[in-house]
């Protein structure tokens, strides 16, 4: 069983590496083999005590670079029991400072979060229950009227809430670790989340009178190149920010890359009768979707997110292909089309 505590990112400046506390509770006969993985891991053992059942509670100091390979052993250790618990704490600030050795070798896993800590933060994207619901629903409704209005403002306050941008990265994690339930409630939840938006903003394009001239509403009936890049790079970034515990980049990559203001568009296009108009806005919607699961499939295969066991790296192996060849086939068909709305291809 593993436990990940959600708590403040935060950085220690003036050292290379971010420290974290892992506590572990294993049966008492298990103290000096993770007492050896700890040691083996150039990581130091803070604390050793006993709960009021016998088990051993071990606290030791990890780094980043070494947080996965500790993991990763001691889950090989207890292997399928359920009588042991890791926790994974952040750490404010350590006394006396102990600065970390540097070492000349690249590591094969070039994340400084783990699979568990990333699984523990993108699955909760995942969860198709109100919450998620009452998110799409109040910011379709803030975006419809803010391009309705050519409301910059109002448009980029729903950008930020950006419901849709979750369960994407947690499809494109779900390949990467071939989790295929994490990767049906990802696909699930988007599919639900586009199409109550599209509902909404229906309603809206039939109810509200159309303002033509709003540079933000035909903004995005607008695809092209630049378009196909910005999201590439956003869904990468997006995604560099998660792996490296910079979760404040999110904030921009919501703006750039946000996907309900397309969704509104198409919505309120196809409500006013609008259809050409409306399949510019599905265009920019593909593209969004496609390239920020291109991008995020590319980023966490590069930055080593696998899973642990060889028979688990096989299944990942294969929906990674699979993954990768639906996309790309996908972004080359929309690039196609691109190029033939802006007449630069010809059959």
Known sequence: MLILHDSLHSRLRGIKNIMKIIEIVTPAENLLSVESIITQHDSEIVWVGTDEDGNKKIRALVSDDQRQSVLDALQGLFGAKDNWKILVMAL????????????EKDTSDKSSTTREELYNEVEKNTRLDSTYLLLVFLSTVVVAIGLL???????????????LLGPNIALALGAALGDI??????????????GLALFLSIGLGILHPMNLDSPELMSRTDVGLDSMALALASG???????????????????VAVALLPPTATLGIMLG??????????????AVNIVCVNLAAKVVFLVRGIKPRSWLEK????????????IWVLSLAILLVIILFRKGLFIF
């Open 92 to 103: 404010e600030a350590s006394l006396p400072r102990k600065e970390p050795l540097i070492k």
């Open 149 to 163: 209005e050519n409301n910059v403002a109002v448009v980029i306050g729903a950008m930020v809430i950006a419901p």
């Open 181 to 194: 339930p994490l990767m049906w409630k990802a696909f699930k939840t988007i599919l639900a989340g586009i």
């Open 236 to 254: 990468a970034a997006a995604v560099v920010s998660l792996t490296t515990g910079l979760s404040s980049v999110l904030v921009g990559v919501m």
């Open 272 to 285: 006013a009768g609008h259809t050409q108009l409306a399949l510019g806005a599905a265009i920019l919607l």
């Open 314 to 325: 096989q299944k990942a192996n294969q929906s990674m292909i699979t993954y990768l060849v």
